[in-house]
C-alpha cells in the first residue's frame, strides 16, 4: 500500500525559483521593451532615480515639465475644481492634487485609453480616490460640451501640455519616433482613424506638402512631398524606418547645403517631417483651435487657463487666440512674455528645452 502523501501525487514545492529576468545582449538593456525596472517604476524606483539623474526619462514614464511655473500661474487650493486636458502619465496632476486636497477635484482628459488606464491607475495607488479625481477618455476638443453639462458655474482652472509624452515616443509599437523601428501609426488614439502608413499611402500631394509646410515647417515642402508620393509608388512606407530614409535619401536633392544623406543636418529634417504627419494623422491643430475657442466659457470668472506648447506651430495658435480674447475682454489678464523651464531643468531633462508656456485670467465680469 503506498503512503497518502505518495498516492495524493507530488508535493508542490513551497518555494518555487523566481522568474529569471529578461535576457539581452550587453551590460545594460537598449531595446524599450527589455527596461524590465524602468517599466515597473514603482518595483524599482532607485533604477529610475539613476536615470533621472542621468538627465534622461525613464522607459515607460514621463517627467512634468514646468510644473513649478504650472502651480505659480494656475494658485491651486483646497476644494477647487480644475481639469487637466491632456492627463498623460499624471504627473501634473499628482502636484494639483496635493494642493486642492482636502475638498478639492481634478478631471482628467486624455485620448489616449493606455496612458490615462496607467495615470489613473497610479493615482488611484497615490491616495486619490473618485470624490477628488476621475479620467475620462476623450479628446480636449470636447471641453466645450463637457465641461458646462457637469459644472455650468465652470471651473476654477485647465491646464493643457500639448504634444506627445514621453511614453508614446519612447515605445516603439507607437511610431512616433525615427530613432525606434516600428510600425508607422502614430495615432494618439490607436483605435480611432488611419495610422500615419495609411495616411501617407493615400493623401494626395498638394495636401502633404501643405502639412509639410504647416505642422513641420519642412522646406521645399512641395519637393519633399512630391518625393515621399515617388517613393510609396516602389513599395508601401510601413515603419519609422522606411520613412526615415526615404526622407534622408530625399533631402540631398533638395537643394541648399546638404552634401549627403549621412549630412547632420538632415537629422532635424527627418524630425520635421515626423513631426508634421503626426500632426496631420491626429489633426491636432484643429483640436487645439476647438479647444482654445472653449476653454474661458468653461472657466468661472477669475478662473485660470495655462497651455505648455513645444514648437512653433503650438505657440503661434495659442498666442493669437489668448490676445484675441483679450482684446474681446474675455480674459482680463493674458501672458505678455512666456515663461520658460529654468536652466537647471533643463539641464536635468533636455526635452523641457523647447517648452513655452502661456496663461490667461478670464475677466471678473465676463
Not at 517627467?63 to 505659480?72: K, W
Not at 475638498?103 to 497615490?126: E, I, N, P
Not at 535619401?249 to 543636418?265: F, I, N, Q, T
Amino acid at each position: 500500500m503506498m503512503p497518502p502523501s505518495a498516492a495524493a501525487g507530488p508535493i508542490p514545492e513551497t518555494n518555487p525559483r523566481p522568474a529569471r529576468r529578461p535576457r539581452y545582449p550587453g551590460k545594460n538593456p537598449r531595446a524599450f521593451h527589455q527596461k524590465y525596472k524602468e517599466l515597473n517604476s514603482d518595483s524599482y524606483p532607485e533604477t529610475v532615480r539613476k536615470v533621472e539623474a542621468s538627465g534622461k526619462t525613464a522607459a515607460g514614464t514621463h517627467r512634468p515639465i514646468c510644473t513649478q511655473e504650472i502651480l505659480g500661474v494656475l494658485s491651486p487650493r483646497p476644494g477647487q475644481i480644475g481639469i487637466d486636458a491632456t492627463l498623460g502619465y499624471g504627473g501634473h496632476a499628482e502636484r494639483l492634487l496635493q494642493s486642492l486636497n482636502p475638498g478639492g477635484f481634478l478631471l482628467g482628459l486624455d485620448t489616449d485609453g493606455v496612458q490615462l488606464q496607467r495615470a489613473t491607475a497610479r493615482l488611484r495607488t497615490l491616495g486619490y480616490g473618485p470624490e477628488s479625481f476621475e479620467g475620462i477618455q476623450t479628446n480636449f476638443a470636447g471641453i466645450g460640451r463637457l465641461v458646462p453639462a457637469r459644472w455650468p458655474g465652470g471651473v476654477d482652472f485647465i491646464l493643457a501640455d500639448l504634444g506627445c509624452s514621453s511614453m508614446q515616443l519612447d515605445d516603439p509599437l507607437r511610431g512616433f519616433s525615427f530613432k525606434h523601428q516600428g510600425p508607422l501609426d502614430m495615432r494618439m488614439n490607436q483605435n480611432k482613424g488611419p495610422s500615419a502608413a495609411e495616411w501617407l499611402g493615400s493623401v494626395k500631394e498638394d495636401r502633404l506638402a501643405r502639412a509639410l509646410r504647416e505642422h513641420g515647417d519642412v522646406l521645399n515642402a512641395e519637393a519633399m512631398a512630391r518625393g515621399l508620393c515617388d517613393a510609396r509608388k516602389s513599395a508601401p512606407i510601413r515603419t519609422t524606418t522606411d520613412l526615415k530614409e526615404i526622407v534622408r535619401r530625399l533631402c540631398p536633392m533638395l537643394g541648399g547645403k546638404l552634401r549627403s544623406p549621412k549630412d547632420p543636418v538632415i537629422e532635424p529634417i527627418i524630425r520635421q517631417v515626423f513631426q508634421a504627419v503626426r500632426i496631420a494623422v491626429n489633426d491636432e491643430f484643429s483640436a487645439l483651435e476647438m479647444f482654445l475657442r472653449a476653454a474661458a466659457g468653461c472657466l468661472k470668472p477669475g478662473g485660470r487657463l495655462a497651455v505648455l506648447t513645444f514648437h512653433s506651430g503650438e505657440d503661434r495658435r495659442v498666442k493669437a487666440a489668448l490676445k484675441r480674447d483679450g482684446a474681446r475682454g474675455v480674459y482680463g489678464a493674458v501672458a505678455g512674455d512666456v515663461l520658460r523651464p529654468a536652466a537647471e531643468e533643463i539641464r536635468g531633462n533636455p526635452r523641457a528645452s523647447s517648452a513655452k508656456l502661456r496663461w490667461a485670467v478670464k475677466a471678473p465680469s465676463a
